[in-house]
């Protein structure tokens, strides 16, 4: 299994609700990440996990708030979010700590924030 | 805050021919790899070339790395119109972290 699936593919939300976009992966990689991406942008980094704890916080608003369950599993909670926050949300993995190595990326969640 | 700059942003060429885009960035970095995106779709790698390395090749695609101006290029030859899609650089600058920052990107169109 060389894939990262990403559920929902697409999400429709207000900005009073709360809801939670999940990536799963089951290659055994202990480094996983959140990337959001604007239409004609590119990836914006926004968290790295590294076993399973939280490594790398790109300064982003605590309206966004990630979880690492297990080596396996990201999820990324969402609340209180605002118009601009509308973007394709990517979730990434790579094999290893040490050492250069590439990223594999799921599908991405589209969010929209009404 | 965005490491690479590419160029050009876009780029529309005739099947069959070569197409070459490039990628600057701004301080030293371990290693450069480059990343290819359809449309609204996730990223796929497509090679990686360490600081100490100035060429790789892979099937159809060259890159090359030179650290003393901190830019790299990537050449596609031969292009299909599979080959359309958006062409991103990443960088990892800083060591241990292992945190990639992408470049601007270049759209490539390749025309049948």
């Known amino acids: 299994d060389t894939e990262v699936t990403q559920t929902p593919k697409h999400l429709v939300m207000g900005m009073t609700n709360k809801k939670s976009l999940k990536c799963e992966q089951h290659?055994?990689?202990?480094?996983m990440y959140w990337y959001k991406q604007k239409a004609k942008k590119p990836p914006e980094l926004m968290f790295v996990y590294s076993y399973e704890k939280l490594s790398i916080n790109e300064s982003v608003p605590s309206r966004f708030s990630p979880e690492c369950p297990n080596s396996s599993l990201l999820n990324l909670h969402l609340h209180a979010l605002q118009p601009e926050d509308s973007a394709l949300y990517l979730c990434?993995?790579?094999?290893?700590?040490?050492?250069?190595?590439?990223?594999?990326f799921g599908e991405g969640s589209r969010l929209t924030v009404l | 805050s965005q490491q690479g700059e590419e160029d050009p942003q876009a780029l529309s060429i005739q099947e069959g021919e070569n197409a070459t885009m490039n990628c600057s960035y701004k301080?030293?970095?371990?290693?450069l790899q480059w990343y290819r995106q359809n449309s609204g779709r996730g990223l796929v790698h497509l090679i990686l070339?360490?600081?100490?390395?100035r060429e790789k090749h892979s099937g159809r695609l060259r890159v090359t790395l030179d650290t003393s101006k901190k830019s790299s290029s990537l050449l596609i030859t031969a292009s299909r119109a599979a080959d359309t899609a958006s062409y991103f650089c990443?960088?990892?600058?800083?060591?241990?972290?292992?945190?990639?920052?992408f470049g601007t990107g270049t759209r490539l169109k390749v025309l049948a």
């Open positions: 290659m055994g990689h202990r480094a």
């Open positions: 990443a960088t990892d600058f800083t060591s241990g972290t292992y945190k990639y920052i």
């Open positions: 070339i360490r600081s100490n390395e």
């Open positions: 301080t030293s970095i371990n290693n």
């Open positions: 990434a993995s790579r094999p290893g700590i040490l050492g250069p190595g590439e990223l594999f």
